[in-house]
């Protein structure tokens, strides 16, 4: 889930006033802080770090009872972040299963935007949206058993009639081709090699990752084997699944 939202910087007056309308009725206990305590939240703040750990969405919804955070309180607390101490790096966790494009979009233009560098770290998984929000850093750390997962962008709501259906299939492909730019522009990736690796789902380890230019270098946990190699899967330049 996404653990800093924008009630971590808030006071529980002001956490009761924007929790959304259309939760209050529905579950009167949810927490902007998604479980954090004080303590918790507090160290956040004082290591100025973020943590996505859900789909990526635009929009707070429910599903099945539990709470899931749009990417606005990730874009306040980033800016805030930026606004309180300029310059000084932000760090964003990410073990994401990738989510809608354009919130995606929305995030990446933020961290670019802001006068402190944001540093991506991908904990294990970083797929679809996440993978393209990750690369995105100003620095790309991975631990070294993360996966990343590239493919075509494929939640295009095709409801409606014809006309309909091909205008939406049409602003799928702008869009899809956005993000296939963020790739190509921040990692080594050419343009035919992409649209080779996005015909099927294609995941990677942190070998590829390292040689395609998505990570800048891999974090050994500090309890881990002595040698980094145990932890590494074999080069295989991908797979498709």
Do not use: C
């Not at 606005?72 to 800016?79: D, E, F, P, Y």
């Not at 800048?216 to 980094?228: A, H, I, K, N, T």
């Amino acid at each position: 889930m996404i653990l800093m939202m924008t009630g971590a910087i808030m006071s529980r007056k002001s956490q009761k006033q924007w929790q959304p309308a259309h939760i209050k009725g529905a579950n009167a206990q949810w927490d902007p802080l998604s479980g954090l305590g004080p303590f918790s939240a507090a160290w956040a703040l004082e290591h100025r770090a973020l943590f996505l750990t859900t789909k990526i969405k635009s929009e707070d919804t429910m599903e099945e009872d539990e709470m899931t955070p749009g990417i606005g309180g990730l874009i306040s607390v980033l800016r805030m972040l930026d606004a309180t101490d300029p310059g000084k790096p932000i760090t964003f966790y990410i073990n994401s299963p990738g989510g809608d494009i354009h919130a995606g979009l929305a995030l990446i233009q933020t961290m670019r935007d802001l006068r402190s560098p944001v540093h991506t770290f991908v904990l294990q998984h970083a797929a679809s949206m996440a993978a393209v929000v990750a690369v995105a850093g100003a620095k790309r750390l991975a631990f070294p058993t993360s996966r990343w997962l590239l493919h075509r962008g494929k939640d295009w709501g095709g409801e409606g009639d014809y006309e309909d259906i091909g205008i939406k299939a049409r602003e799928l492909r702008i869009v899809d081709k956005t993000a296939d730019r963020v790739l190509l522009n921040f990692t080594k990736i050419k343009e035919e090699q992409l649209e080779s690796m996005q015909r099927k789902d294609y995941w990677l380890g942190v070998r590829d990752a390292l040689r395609w230019g998505m990570i800048d270098s891999v974090v050994m946990p500090r309890q881990g084997p002595s040698e980094l190699k145990a932890w590494l899967p074999k080069p295989g330049g991908g797979s498709h699944e």
